[in-house]
């Protein structure tokens, strides 16, 4: 695990210096360590780890220029997804934080999030998710992408049945949306390339909203085909001309038949295309031979035949999928909706309601106990900063002890890290006026 | 059964007695005229109860069902928007919630209330003619925009001729009948992605002589909507070949161009969202390439110039900053090559 919000030891205590009030206050009751010089060595030494995680859930302020931290809602190959509230607005969001040292690994990772950026900006549809801001900080090299709040997402869904399905009425609602959504950024020249369940979130008013645009194509706007080169998209729901290698393919169509696929298996649980590994995998799409399970209806039989038509230029068009029997029927809500799984870590929370109350009622209240437990309660925090995990989070997991055991390692670990960037760290507070531009925010246009 | 009261009438009574009373009312004098206006309005009234039930009580599907199918058969839609304004000011609304109602009543894959107005066009005319009466403008456009959500009535609406109509009605001088005429004009030419685009294609110039008025207009907020629709419309990949044709006639490049100098900021805004694709475009043809090169000076310096104050906007200095230096670079073509 890695730190999260906190890099270790003296960036703590610097931020209150360093960060100007209106882009970054963190509130976080430290003030009595101000004075003291060598603070590190003197908390780890003080505390065994065991001492500290068992405090009571505490709720740690943290604010991202006007953004009030809350709880994580999600883990990308990326960084992590947490809520926050903006302060200003009062909008639930979420934000996605991305580290730099992450990106590097993953192969065009800091491309892909750039090209995303750009073109989330471009974009504002019902149903594809809406960039509301992004912030860098340049120092601790991480960069927040601020969202649209959506409480949860079409696989998250799927996987808290048995059938692993929606009733048909309920499947038929998001598709519309998807084609919605595809139709408007297909109109922008943007092929998408990774549609599938676990790109497509849900919001509290059932609104469907397509997201990940991070292996997104944008055409030339006076390119005279949707021919595509490159596709880095999940490979179950890719094509036949792609399985099978193709140098050059229709864009729009590789959207069609994973919309295709998104149908199929939202509908019936099941996959066409399944392989013990992506070779198989691809061999057998690359065949392209499916069966469809006999309970699905002929209509639905018709559609999904012709979204995952083998040769791309009989397959449907989003025009032909509108004027589907299938698509226009209004189908009988007979069996019950699937409904936005409880939160994981609090499975009484089945509305997912808001996670910054806890630290709003903080920021205006302050913490309660006072005395003794207070300083226990910091170190805690503290502790968890170095361990590696997010505070927030840390402070939370009531269930996640199997951290503990090695956390004296961890401690170690971090220990060598802190001291080495303690010098640093002293250096910032010095050059306090050039930490302004830290977080430069760019509003939409 | 209902302590007090007369008995509750069936749809079919209903029906006939609107029907009835709708014909009556274009030859009446004053106050039989009110008698029977009351009466349309009570009728209509419980109509609207019918179709949406009440707080305590869900509509019946039967009842629905047979005041649909009487409303087909006794043509009585055609009847209720001709006279619509003569309709008092409540009973309009119950019209337009009656309207959409039976619009999107569905059953199975079909769609009755659609299918009855593809046959009966003069029910869409009328609601465009709407738009001519202060009246009753705004009920016509709600439920104009309930028809566009159709792609077939769409299609009714974009080829007729009345269609040309809307270009005078999005300039009228009240601003409310205007702007909804506006947001009506512009959900039949973005609403279904292919139909608009076929339709733009095919009727390409009696399309966009008309919509040069509206970039020449006289009134701000018309030149504003209509500057940012072709935007729009222009930069949608389905109006590929719409753009093509569109960029290569230097009579608009040289009216974006005009406007790119507009007093108003936001136009020149909006027309250089215009202006960038004319730049942009590859292989753009010789008139084209010989106005932008006989201004290939005075384009550098006003675009270095062009609202510089917008640093925040990214995107905006990037497309700016491109568009600087494609125009540095142009050449023009060796002679005989081309």
């Known amino acids: 695990m890695e730190e999260e919000e906190l890099v270790p030891g003296s960036d703590l205590f610097q931020d209150e210096i360093a960060f100007d009030q209106e882009e970054l206050i963190d509130l976080n009751p430290m003030d ?19 001492q500290v995680v068992y405090q009571p859930h505490r709720h740690k302020v943290k604010l991202i220029g006007k953004y009030l931290m809350g709880e994580i809602l999600g883990e990308g190959s990326y960084g992590k997804v947490k809520e926050v509230l903006d302060t200003e607005t009062l909008c639930r969001r979420a934000v996605k ?113 397509i997201t990940d645009l991070g292996v997104a194509e944008a055409l030339d706007i006076f390119a005279n085909s949707d021919e595509c080169r490159t596709s ?108 936005i799984p409880p939160r994981q870590d609090d499975p009484e929370d089945i509305l997912r309601s808001m996670t910054v109350i806890g630290c709003l009622s903080a920021m205006h209240y302050g913490n309660d106990e006072a005395g003794q437990e207070e300083d226990i309660a910091m170190v805690s925090d503290y502790q968890n900063a170095i361990s590696g995990q997010d505070a927030v989070c840390a402070n939370h997991d009531h269930e996640e002890l199997k951290g503990n055991s090695g956390q004296n390692i961890v401690v170690d670990n971090e220990h060598s890290q802190a001291s080495a960037t303690a010098p640093q760290a002293n250096g910032k507070s010095k050059s306090k006026k050039n930490s302004k531009s830290k977080f430069s925010s760019c509003k939409q246009s | 059964m209902p302590l007090f009261g007369t008995k509750t009438k069936s749809p079919q009574e209903l029906v006939k007695s609107l029907k009835e009373n709708l014909a009556l009312l274009p030859n009446l004098k004053e106050k039989e005229y009110k008698k029977v206006s009351e009466e349309v309005s009570k009728t209509l009234q419980s109509i609207k109860t019918l179709l949406y039930g ?164 006289d009134n701000y907020v018309t030149r504003r909507q209509a500057l940012k629709l072709l935007g729009e419309l222009l930069l949608d990949r389905h109006n590929f070949s719409t753009m093509n044709r569109y960029i290569s006639n230097p009579e608009n490049l040289k009216l974006m161009m005009n406007m790119l100098r507009e007093k108003s900021r936001n136009i020149q805004f909006e027309a250089f969202h215009v202006f960038k694709i004319f730049v942009a475009n590859p292989n753009k043809p010789r008139p084209i390439l010989d106005i932008l090169l006989r201004n290939k000076e005075k384009l550098v310096d006003f675009l270095t110039r062009f609202h510089t104050e917008r640093s925040e906007d990214e995107q905006f200095n990037d497309e700016k900053s491109y568009l600087i230096k494609q125009i540095k670079e142009l050449r023009a073509p060796e002679e005989g090559e081309s």
């Open chain 1, 97 to 209: 934080i991305l580290k730099r040292r992450k990106l590097r690994k993953i192969p065009n990772g800091e491309q892909n999030v750039q090209r995303e950026i750009q073109l989330l900006k471009r974009l504002h549809h019902r149903n594809v998710i809406q960039l509301k801001d992004v912030m860098y900080n340049e120092e601790k090299q991480k960069m927040y992408i601020i969202m649209e709040y959506c409480a949860s997402e079409l696989q998250e869904m799927l996987e808290s049945v048995p059938s692993k399905k929606f009733p048909i009425w309920q499947a038929h609602g998001y598709f519309c949306q998807l084609i919605d959504g595809l139709e408007y950024l297909h109109s922008h020249g943007i092929v998408h390339k990774d549609i599938k369940p676990g790109n497509l979130l849900v919001t509290n008013d059932e609104t469907l909203k």
């Open chain 2, 54 to 217: 009440t707080a305590d009580q869900e509509p019946a599907t039967e009842q629905v069902a047979m005041l649909s199918t009487e409303m087909y058969q006794s043509n009585t839609l055609p009847l209720l928007i001709q006279n619509l304004a003569r309709v008092d000011f409540e009973g309009r609304k119950d019209v337009v919630a009656i309207f959409n109602n039976l619009l999107r009543r569905q059953i199975g894959t079909r769609t009755p209330t659609e299918e009855y107005i593809c046959l009966n066009h003069s029910v869409l005319i009328e609601l465009v003619k709407g738009y001519e009466n202060q009246e009753i403008a705004l009920n016509c456009g709600m439920m104009l925009r309930e028809c566009c959500r159709f792609e077939s009535l769409a299609k009714i609406l974009l080829n007729a001729p009345e269609f040309y109509k809307f270009f005078e009605y999005v300039e009228v001088s009240t601003f409310d009948i205007a702007s909804d005429a506006f947001s009506t004009f512009k959900e039949l030419l973005t609403k279904h992605k292919m139909l608009s685009a076929e339709f733009l294609e095919h009727n390409y110039d009696e399309v966009f002589m008309h919509y040069q008025s509206l970039l020449n207009s």
């Open chain 1, 32 to 50: 009595i360590f101000d004075d003291d010089g060598d603070l590190h060595d003197l908390v780890i030494h003080r505390f065994e780890s065991d």
């Open chain 1, 232 to 339: 880095q998209g999940s490979p179950a729901f890719q094509p036949p001309e792609i399985a099978n290698g193709l140098n050059t393919f229709s864009g729009f169509k590789v959207d069609v038949w994973s919309s295709g696929v998104t149908l199929y298996n939202i509908t019936t649980g099941k996959y066409p295309f399944e392989g013990d590994n992506i070779y198989k995998l691809f061999e057998n799409i690359g065949k392209g031979v499916y069966t469809i399970p006999d309970d699905v209806s002929e209509l639905l039989a018709d559609l999904l035949k012709g979204m995952l038509a083998y040769e791309s230029d009989v397959r449907y068009t989003l025009q032909q999928i509108r004027q589907h029997p299938w698509f226009i029927k209004q189908h009988p809500r007979v069996l019950e909706r699937v409904l």
